[in-house]
């Protein structure tokens, strides 16, 4: 009943790349500032990417110019594309709305990069 599911996580080598999507309802997808977090081993979960109704984008330093964040108008879908990955990028990553989350967290989609 989540509004949101993560998928396309999977083990991937240093400098390589993937995609993450978020599948969300329509209501969710359109009204609302959608945000990519990540949770690393030992840390905090952190916003790292987000994308507005008006698909305004904003990124932490940490991975400005190597991750974007877009979405898939005809499937409902927001996408975190990942290039020149790094082992300091694993984490379990959540998309959800920002920067005040829903109540409720998906199981999220992890993200391992190997050296």
């Known amino acids: 009943q989540l509004p949101m599911v993560e998928s396309g996580g999977g083990l991937v080598q240093a400098g390589g790349s993937l995609t993450l999507s978020c599948t969300a309802s329509?209501?969710?997808?359109?009204?609302?500032?959608i945000g990519w977090y990540r949770q690393a081993p030992g840390k905090q979960r952190e916003l790292v990417a987000t994308?507005?109704?008006?698909?305004?984008?904003q990124y932490i330093d940490a991975v400005n110019g190597r991750f974007t964040i877009s979405r898939d108008y005809a499937r409902n879908k927001v996408l975190l594309r990942m290039f020149s990955v790094k082992p300091e990028d694993t984490a379990l990553y959540y998309c959800?709305?920002?920067?005040?989350?829903?109540?409720?967290w998906g199981q999220g989609t992890q993200v391992t990069v190997s050296s």
């Open positions: 994308i507005s109704p008006e698909d305004h984008t």
């Open positions: 329509g209501p969710w997808f359109s009204d609302h500032v």
């Open positions: 959800n709305t920002a920067p005040t989350a829903y109540t409720r």
